[in-house]
């Protein structure tokens, strides 16, 4: 039988109300608002909910030490400092990444040293890594993109070899398990985002995770003379700390209902998933699932039509970064090699908002459906609807 219409071609979209909001109704949220104005807490600089999330975040981060800041960008760029990259310094980071983590690199007159990601989940390649080491290298800046993780066994014994600095940005996958570790904890620092579109949010901030050690306190020790004017660089509010304890205290139980309503995910045509499946070794983490798409197997729809179609029917794709080599000139970083991955990375990735793999039913069940009928009309789509800006639109 023929699916219905789909509704970029005018038939009734799948989900009419459009993909489920962020963040969701949380008693425990709105217990902690109403803590905050019976107390007038929400106005302080310091106090105890600071303190209670850095005791949650530990407690969940295998006892690491936390230093909260005002974002995630804000974060790599402390997390970079904290291991002592000054102007002149190498950081080595893939050509698949979010945008702000070379910028930070710049913004410390440092440079990036850009390679490949891995054909398979578009994670940076440690075989990449291991060909742009260098004396001028002071660290590695790897990011667990769209529900993929990075080889961090093999890039840890690759800096441990090296003698230079591991950064990881767990941004994207709060509360994952990564080989056997959360998410966040395999680096000489980890980074984490409290943006308003993440699984953990306060709207904004962010925080430094570092391993509790002497070397460890030497990173926060960089860190703190940094933001400390006799005022804070970067700070994170009470108000913004106490909305994120019963987020973080939720975490576990979050990651695997979303790891588990992903794994529905894992067949649909054309779109190969970025995470691995969940096992005892790995939970993936979503802010977004990601995919390569594979266009073939949609009569050649462009990457953009096909998000705009799925949104259209009220499920939330979007298309994923573009490579670094189309923003950055190699005036100012240091590309390793051609990058193709990259490349087909920033061409062909698309990702799935996470906020319906929280909430499953109707909406989870929505996809599947969404996805064939888009894939039933891509001919007549192709042929029939304009293409804005070429096919794309937004960016994950
Ligand atoms: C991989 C990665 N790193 C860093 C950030 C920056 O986080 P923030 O938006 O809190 O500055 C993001 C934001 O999406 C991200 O995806």
Redesign the pocket.
Known sequence: MTPDRPAILGGAPLRPDGPPGWPPPDPAVDAALRLLIETGAWGRYHGPHGEALRAALSETHGGCGVHLCG??????ELALIGVGVTAGDEVVLAGY??R??PANVLALGAVPAVVDVRPDDWQIDPAAIRGALGPKTRAVLV???HGGVVALPAVRALCDEAGVALIE?A??NPGATVHGRPAGTWGDAG?L???G??PLTAG???AVLFPANPAGERVAARIRRHVGRGNDLSPLSEMQAAVLVPQVRALAERTRLRSENGDTLRSLPGLTPLAPAASAEMTPGF?KMGFQYDPAAYDGLPRGMFCAALRAEGVAFDPGFPALRSLFSGRRARFVGDLPQAAAAGERCVGLHHPVLLAGGEDLAAIPAAVERVRTFAGEIVRTVPLPNGGESLE?
């Open positions: 974002g995630g960008t804000a974060a790599v990444d979010f702000a983590n990011s667990h993109l940005d941004c994207q980074v985002s409290f943006g579109s993440k904004r901030g962010g802010y994950l």
